[in-house]
């Protein structure tokens, strides 16, 4: 009888996001397959985890997969794992899933983190549908036709940014996709220092503390209209700057300034709308 191949989902930044299940999985496995086995090998040390790991990766994934295949059908359990979130969003594994489903192998998912629906909880414009498309292509041509079909999009669109690059996407996504249009910036997100700016978009560069770190990107449809403080009572601002003190805030400063960030505006004018 095969063994089965798990899809599991690891800590987009805190280890504590590690689920009772993920864990469960990683112990009881034969051998985890990891995009890095040095950065897995973190997580794995931190929860006293001895499972064998072995590579997989972008460069290897086509060599690897059938040995990991044979073990699968010899009846070994494997874990795939991505550096952080969930394996295949934008990560190696799809050669290995393919060819285990095309083997009759069995699939398993263990969800957890993800940078994705991490930011669009908290983005206040995504309820329902949204769009997600992975990292912008690096050659100019490409990236301008990719950037234009993501802000033509009628529902909200995810993606991720390099540091290096955040400021030019940014900038070149201001210039197609107008000034006024709603933007959510994630950055190291569920780390230390983790930053949400929330704002029209071209005032996020100046928003944001720092373009280091990793950045996950989400544009409200064109369509939408941007909710601000005018048209919210300051009975619902005041519940707001509770519930962020109640969700950790370290200050009713920090608090007003995450809602201020929500619906870009200054903090005072937050400070001043409640008072009133």
């Not at 059908?73 to 290995?96: M, R």
């Not at 690096?138 to 991720?160: C, H, I, M, Y």
């Not at 005041?238 to 969700?247: L, T, V």
Request: glycine fraction near 8%; charge should be positive; proline fraction near 6%.
């Amino acid at each position: 009888m095969s063994g089965t191949l798990y899809v599991v989902a690891t800590p987009i930044g805190n280890l504590e996001d590690l689920s009772l299940r993920a864990l469960r999985i990683l112990r009881e496995v034969s051998l985890i397959a990891a995009e890095d086995t040095r950065r897995t090998g973190r997580l794995l040390q931190h929860y006293s985890i001895s499972t064998r790991t072995t590579s997989l990766h972008a460069y290897n994934e086509r060599e690897k997969t059938p040995r990991l295949i044979a073990d699968l059908l010899g009846g070994a359990s494997v874990a795939l794992v991505s550096d952080a979130g969930t394996p295949l969003i934008s990560d190696p594994g799809l050669a290995l899933v393919h060819a285990a489903r095309q083997a009759g192998i069995r699939v398993e998912p263990i969800p957890g983190p993800s940078a994705v629906t991490a930011l669009l909880s908290v983005a206040g414009f995504a309820d329902r549908e949204f769009c997600f498309f992975g990292f912008p292509p690096s050659g100019p041509t490409d990236r301008k036709l990719w950037l234009e079909r993501l802000a033509a999009q009628q529902n909200p669109s995810v993606f991720f940014e390099a540091p290096h690059r955040i400021a030019r996407t940014i900038g070149d996504l201001t210039n197609i996709a107008g000034i006024g249009r709603t933007v959510a910036v994630g950055r190291e997100l569920t780390k230390a220092h983790e930053e949400v700016v929330i704002c029209p978009i071209e005032q996020v560069l100046g928003r944001l503390s720092s373009m280091k770190g990793e950045f996950t990107v989400a544009l409200a449809p064109e369509s939408s209209k941007r909710v601000t403080a005018v048209t919210v009572s300051k009975e619902a601002l005041a519940d707001e700057i509770g519930r962020e003190i109640q969700n950790g805030a370290p200050s009713k400063r920090d608090a007003v300034k995450r809602v201020a960030e929500r619906y870009g505006l200054a903090p005072n004018d937050v400070y001043k709308r409640v008072r009133d």
